[in-house]
């Protein structure tokens, strides 16, 4: 029996019954825990909320994946209509004044002392967020907060709107698209012999890569970082202005402060330091990356007097030192990476360093393509998991991981948390079986990490299990189990060669690590311009708020990367993140840190050391944010 749903008569009936069951569920504890006002106990007026999360988190992540996988029509729209009633249920929560009173009426009963160090974690957070929407403050400035909220809304649809609908473009002749590809040409071929050049990141990449004329590279460039400027640079000004305004009133120095509160780093001044940490750390081999991108521009000119390498040109001569200098076979290498050696070499992984088997179950499920697994501990299941990875039409595109159950402590027993990851490899066909490229056996357990954070959970609580964590931490398990698709000793368990099943050699390997390691440096300094830039127009903003916003970005960019800023470009009016992150783009920088600093723990006692194995699960993935995580991380490190 399916511990889910039986998937394979899944109809749209039941999707809509069980979005109405979950919805009626959630209401008839939202009541309970209203009418515990007078006498408010823990269990009902605080864990509730954990209960009804966990309710409708299980239906959404039901109807979430069934909205992005399911082959029938039906299903899936089924699905996706009921995506937004859960999510608008869950989000009026946040704002409801009668919870806020109950959760309060706990709090404030003296009772908190005797709750567990989690619980109390659980307690505080709630209130906390309670706060952070407002809750605490007089109506009228309620009502004002409403209003920035609203219009900053507004202004992230019309922000991402102005970006999709910039229809810029360049038009090239023959000669300035040479170097690029025949399909590529094909494309943009327009009648007249010219060709059209849009500025969408299909076009725009490879035309950087490949073009061999510097000055149509440059000016495609320009027109690149000039998208949508005319209508979203005053957006970017309102926006950064109201932000400030918004965490003034909710009592705020700025913007991140807000924002950072309830992350791993807690305050803004952990970030700057973070990222000045960081700039320094990675400077020497950013350093030597631009020397070897102004070599390869001094051999291919065969001009040794040039200096510089502009920043329309990083990308075509950081293609040419990939394609001469460090040159890999990417079709040699994918044939050791057949798709289900890859997923036995991880079981084995998971095995060594965790003491958990993974073993496939015949069940119903939504797809032939989809096979689902249990995965043990010392005999006991764990979790299970679905794996759907190949392509098909109307299907979610890109790899993620979906949790459709996650752990939470029942009165019966603990739930079992039950996680799917989507993937879109290249499928066996009748004669060759699925061959992965290196980026795609890295995705795979980029996600597979993602997956062990979600089974491996014991934290009692939903909202504090799996992956569950604080938004600076959520990718560091998934970016550190990557290390093991990049460590040699990791793949002589399973890279072996599809036809012959000859080990990868280590010259091959040594050759994918030092194409890897081209540009990297200056790579990470690029994001620590996009992280600063976020940081100094959401913590700064009182101090910078008399220059333009394109100022700011030129004196960082010239101070923090190698390249010089291209004057009269607007890069922040396309800059998505900046409105998506919100002085959370250093998060991604961080959590990778983290992940680094994990894994040289293990380079260190051994990476299939199952002692420190068994200590980062029991430290970190089991614990979730069921205390803080940079504690956790600490006590692990
Ligand atoms: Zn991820």
Redesign the pocket.
């Known amino acids: 029996m399916n511990p889910i749903f039986d998937f394979k008569i899944i109809n749209e009936k039941h999707i809509t019954d069980l979005v109405a069951t979950a919805l009626s569920n959630c209401n008839k504890h939202l009541q309970n825990i209203y009418s515990s006002v007078e006498k408010p106990t823990f269990e009902v007026s605080v864990a509730g909320l954990d209960t009804i999360f966990n309710e409708a988190e299980k239906a959404l992540g039901l109807i979430s994946l069934m909205a992005y996988t399911h082959p029938e029509e039906s299903v899936r729209n089924a699905s996706m209509a009921g995506i937004p009633e859960l999510e608008n249920f869950l989000n009026n929560l946040q704002l409801d004044a009668n919870l806020f009173a109950a959760v309060r009426a706990f709090d404030q009963t003296g009772n908190k002392a005797e709750l567990k160090p989690f619980q109390q974690k659980f307690l505080k957070e709630t209130i906390d967020e309670f706060k952070r929407n407002g809750l605490a403050l007089k109506p009228e400035l309620q009502n004002k907060l409403k209003e920035i909220r609203n219009r900053l809304s507004e202004i992230g649809v019309e922000f991402e709107a102005n970006i999709g609908n910039d229809a810029g473009f360049l038009m090239v002749s023959e000669s300035e698209i040479e170097g690029l590809p025949a399909d590529y040409k094909e494309s943009h071929k327009q009648a007249d012999g010219m060709y059209k050049i849009d500025l969408s990141y299909p076009s725009f990449r490879p035309f950087m890569k490949y073009s061999k004329s510097d000055s149509a590279r440059k000016a495609l460039m320009f027109k690149f970082m000039n998208r949508a400027a005319e209508k979203n640079l005053s957006l970017v000004d309102e926006m950064i202005r109201l932000r400030y305004d918004l965490a003034q009133l909710l009592g705020y120095k700025s913007y991140a402060e807000y924002t950072v509160e309830n992350r791993m780093s807690k305050t803004p001044q952990t970030v700057w330091n973070f990222e000045t940490e960081l700039t320094q750390a990675v400077k020497s081999k950013a350093k030597a990356d631009y020397a070897e991108l102004l070599e390869a521009k001094r051999n291919y000119l065969t001009d040794f007097t040039i200096e510089k390498v502009e920043v329309w040109e990083s990308a075509f001569y950081n293609n040419l030192l990939l394609e001469t200098k460090y040159k890999v076979d990417n079709n040699q290498i994918k044939e050791y990476f057949e798709t289900n050696s890859v997923i036995e070499g991880i079981f084995k992984i998971c095995e060594k360093l965790f003491n958990v088997s993974c073993k496939q179950i015949e069940t119903s499920v939504w797809h032939p393509d989809v096979k689902a697994y249990e995965l043990y501990s010392d005999g006991t299941l764990k979790g299970v998991f679905y794996l759907d990875l190949y392509p098909r039409d109307n299907k979610f595109s890109h790899a993620a991981s979906f949790t459709l159950i996650g752990g939470k402590k029942l009165s019966s027993g603990y739930q079992i948390p039950v996680n799917t990851l989507v993937c879109n490899f290249p499928a066996p066909t009748a004669t060759k079986p699925s061959l992965l490229p290196h980026n795609e056996v890295e995705t795979l357990f980029?996600?597979f990490g993602?997956l062990l954070h979600c089974l491996l959970t014991e934290a009692e609580l939903r909202s504090q299990s799996g992956t569950n964590v604080a938004y600076d931490f959520v990718?560091t398990p998934?970016q550190m189990f990557e290390n093991w698709a990049w460590n040699y000793e990791s793949l002589q368990l399973f890279a072996k060669h599809y036809q012959t099943g000859e080990i990868m050699p280590k010259e091959l390997f040594d050759k994918m690590l030092a194409a890897k390691n081209v540009g990297s440096g200056m790579h990470v300094l690029q994001q620590i311009l996009y992280g600063t830039l976020d940081m100094t127009l959401h913590d700064r903003y009182a101090e910078v708020k008399h220059l333009k916003v394109s100022e700011i970005v030129k004196d960082l960019q010239n101070k923090i990367t190698p390249f010089e800023f291209m004057d009269g470009t607007h890069f922040e009016a396309s800059f998505g993140h900046l409105f998506g992150y919100a002085a959370g783009y250093y998060g991604y920088l961080w959590a990778l840190v983290y992940a680094e600093d994990v894994f040289s723990i293990f380079e260190k006692e051994g990476i299939f050391n199952i002692e420190t194995g068994l200590r980062l699960k029991n430290t970190i993935l089991a614990k979730g944010s069921s205390a803080n995580e940079y504690d956790l991380a600490v006590e692990f490190l």
Do not use: A, I, Y
Request: charged share 40%.
């Open positions: 980029h996600e993602h990718e998934s």
